[in-house]
């Protein structure tokens, strides 16, 4: 079975700019969490989503969204990016019980200029 | 609030020789334990996990216990190989709140 896979790999984008990165979970998961990851740290949560419906979300400013479609892929967008928001980007699926384990795709690499 | 911590890297052994990487939690109540994995260009594995106390989890030779009474979740290994070279990432998630919540890495390095 696939795992989680997220598109695109890598990402160069200028100050100000708009970015979407996508995100496919493992078939049958239903839940998606997006993680920011700065080099050399770990990885910090930014929303979940379970059944198109957000059910947490972190310390991240209004320029972060997020949103589920019906097939449980799911999009995060930032807009007028900052320096600062260059990181990996992480996309994790979970089946959405309470006791789910999350697993992790490769990430998107963004790189602000 | 909640928070993880764990030993600063880089932590660098000899292969064969016994491995611990410390991870200490705050939290309140009894929150879940994972320690995952980042091998180098590729994504977070989880390697094991534990969702209570005294709960011992296990993968690929690694071990780690939920040790409530010290707050802690400990990652060891009896004998490391260098193909466990990587970040070792110790994370909780509290049952009220679905997001798992992470300690800065601990970076390993195994020389042959």
């Known amino acids: 079975d696939a795992g989680v896979t997220q598109s695109p790999t890598h990402l160069i984008k200028t100050r100000g700019q708009q970015v979407t990165l996508r995100c496919s979970p493992i078939?049958?998961?239903?839940?998606v969490s997006w993680y920011q990851q700065v080099l050399g740290q770990g990885p910090q949560f930014i929303f979940q989503?379970?059944?198109?419906?957000?059910?947490g979300r972190g310390n991240f400013p209004d320029r972060f969204s997020a949103r589920q479609f019906p097939n449980y892929s799911s999009e995060l967008n930032v807009n007028a990016l900052l320096l600062g928001d260059s990181a990996l980007y992480l996309c994790?699926?979970?089946?959405?019980?309470?006791?789910?384990?999350?697993?992790f795709g490769p990430g998107t690499r963004l790189t602000v200029l | 609030g909640n928070s993880v911590t764990q030993m600063e890297g880089p932590v660098t052994l000899s292969e064969e020789a016994f491995l611990t990487i410390n991870c200490t939690y705050t939290?309140?109540?009894?929150?879940?334990l994972f320690w995952y994995v980042q091998y180098p260009g590729e994504g977070l594995q989880l390697l094991l996990k534990?969702?209570?106390a005294d709960d011992k989890g296990s993968n690929k030779g690694f071990e780690a216990t939920y040790r409530k009474e010290t707050t802690s979740f400990h990652l060891e290994k009896g004998s490391v190989q260098v193909s466990d070279s990587a970040v070792y990432f110790c994370?909780?998630?509290?049952?009220?709140?679905?997001?798992?919540?992470w300690g800065a890495g601990t970076k390993l390095i195994i020389k042959p």
């Open positions: 078939s049958g998961h239903k839940s």
């Open positions: 939290a309140t109540g009894y929150p879940s």
């Open positions: 994370a909780l998630r509290k049952d009220s709140n679905y997001q798992l919540i």
């Open positions: 994790a699926s979970s089946l959405g019980g309470g006791e789910s384990t999350q697993y």
């Open positions: 989503y379970y059944e198109k419906e957000e059910r």
């Open positions: 534990a969702t209570k």
